[in-house]
């Protein structure tokens, strides 16, 4: 059983900086790549960050240079840390974790989503 867990979100004002998490765990035998999408009412779910497994990373138009994804693979854990966020940051944040557990079956996780607002 793999389990994803996320947490970090809250309310900020512009300017401010938040930190999420995300921990993985269980019979994990890779984690291939880690991610974090975003929601925002009315919009469809979109890419924020992601890191593969050997610390490539993607990071959307909209937040280079402001964001920044770390991968830990002790712990498979992944940070997204957030700064001089903006009102149009604000949306429900997910995390998404995407592997293989021991006996070599596929898992795309996702987690419960943290909502994040930006807001003065």
């Known amino acids: 059983q793999v389990q994803l867990v996320e947490s970090g979100g809250g309310l900020v004002q512009p300017g401010e900086s938040l930190r999420l998490s995300c921990a993985v765990s269980g019979s994990i035998f890779v984690i291939n790549s880690m991610g974090w999408y975003r929601q925002a009412p009315g919009k469809q779910r979109e890419l924020v960050a992601s890191?593969?497994?050997?610390?490539?990373?993607k990071y959307a138009d909209s937040v280079k240079g402001r964001f920044t994804i770390s991968r830990y693979n002790v712990g498979n854990t992944v940070y997204l840390q957030m700064n001089s966020l903006k009102p149009e940051d604000t949306a429900v944040y997910y995390c998404n974790a995407v592997g293989s557990d021991y006996a070599l079956n596929a898992f795309d996780l996702w987690g419960q989503g943290t909502l994040v607002t930006v807001s003065s």
């Open positions: 890191v593969t497994s050997i610390g490539d990373t």
